[in-house]
C-alpha cells in the first residue's frame, strides 16, 4: 500500500544537540515526499519536499532531508537544535491521487 | 501572496446550530482541501475540489457539507453536529491535485467546539 511511516510518536533531545527524525514510505515508484511541522493551534508549514534528482534536500529553519531508496527512507535531520523547534512533525506522501500524512513525531527540547 | 486564509479561528456551536467555516487563497491555485485534525493526530482527509468539483468525499457524514463557490473560496457548512465532530479543520491548497499534487499550503485552522 502507498503511505509513509513515522515510528517514533516523541522524541526529546536537548537544546544544542543534533536531531534526526525518521520516515519510511513504501510506494512502487519514486514518491514526492514531504515534511511539515506544526505548531501547537497552528496549521502545517512546509520544511521541505524532494520529488527528484539530488538526495539531499534543503529546508528551511536549517533542516534537511535525505531520500535513501535503498532504506525507504526520508529522514529528518537538523545538525543543531534550537528550542523554538518544539513541535510537531509530519512526513507526508501520495496516496492514489491525494496526499497523506504519517502519524506524527512530537520533538520536545531540553534546555 | 502565499497564504491561505481561514474563518473564523475559533467557533463554538451547538449541536442543532448551522455554521459554515471559510477559507481563501489567491495563488491561483486549482485544487483545494478540507482535512479534519483531532488533538495529537495527523490531518485527516474529508474532501478536495480540483478545478471548483468536488473530486474526493472521504465518506465524511453529510452533516459536513462543502462548498466551493469559485476557485479561489471553500466553504464547509456545519449542521447538526455532534460532540465528536470537535477538532481543527484545516484548509490547504495546492496547485494541482492527483497525480501531480504538489506542496500542499495551509491555512492556520478554524478550531471547532461542539457543546
Known amino acids: 500500500a502507498q503511505s509513509v511511516t513515522q515510528p517514533d510518536i516523541h522524541i526529546t533531545v536537548s537544546e544544542g544537540a543534533s536531531l534526526e527524525l525518521r520516515c519510511n514510505y513504501s510506494?512502487?515508484?519514486?514518491?514526492?515526499l514531504f515534511w511539515y511541522v506544526q505548531s501547537p493551534g497552528q496549521g502545517l508549514q512546509l520544511l521541505l519536499k524532494?520529488?527528484?534528482?539530488?538526495?539531499l534536500v534543503q529546508g528551511i529553519k536549517g533542516f534537511e532531508a535525505e531520500f535513501k531508496r535503498s532504506q525507504s527512507s526520508f529522514n529528518l535531520r537538523k545538525p543543531s537544535v534550537h528550542w523554538s523547534d518544539a513541535a510537531e512533525y509530519f512526513c507526508?506522501?501520495?496516496?492514489?491521487?491525494?496526499?497523506?500524512f504519517g502519524a506524527g513525531t512530537r520533538l520536545t527540547v531540553k534546555p | 501572496d502565499t497564504e491561505v486564509t481561514q474563518t473564523p479561528k475559533h467557533l463554538v456551536m451547538g449541536m442543532t446550530n448551522k455554521k459554515s467555516l471559510k477559507c481563501e487563497q489567491h495563488?491561483?491555485?486549482?485544487?483545494m482541501y478540507w482535512y479534519k485534525q483531532k488533538a495529537k493526530k495527523p490531518p485527516e482527509l474529508m474532501f478536495v475540489y480540483s478545478y471548483e468539483k468536488l473530486s474526493i468525499n472521504e465518506s465524511v457524514p453529510s452533516r459536513f457539507s462543502p462548498e466551493c463557490p469559485n476557485s479561489s473560496l471553500l466553504n464547509l457548512h456545519l449542521h447538526a453536529l455532534q460532540p465528536e465532530d470537535s477538532a481543527l479543520y484545516l484548509c490547504a491548497s495546492s496547485q494541482e491535485s492527483g497525480a501531480n499534487t504538489g506542496e500542499l499550503f495551509f491555512g492556520e485552522g478554524s478550531r471547532l467546539t461542539v457543546l
Open positions: 507526508a506522501g501520495p496516496k492514489g491521487n491525494d496526499m497523506r
Open positions: 524532494y520529488f527528484s534528482g539530488d538526495t
Open positions: 510506494y512502487g515508484a519514486t514518491p514526492y
Open positions: 495563488m491561483g491555485h486549482r485544487a
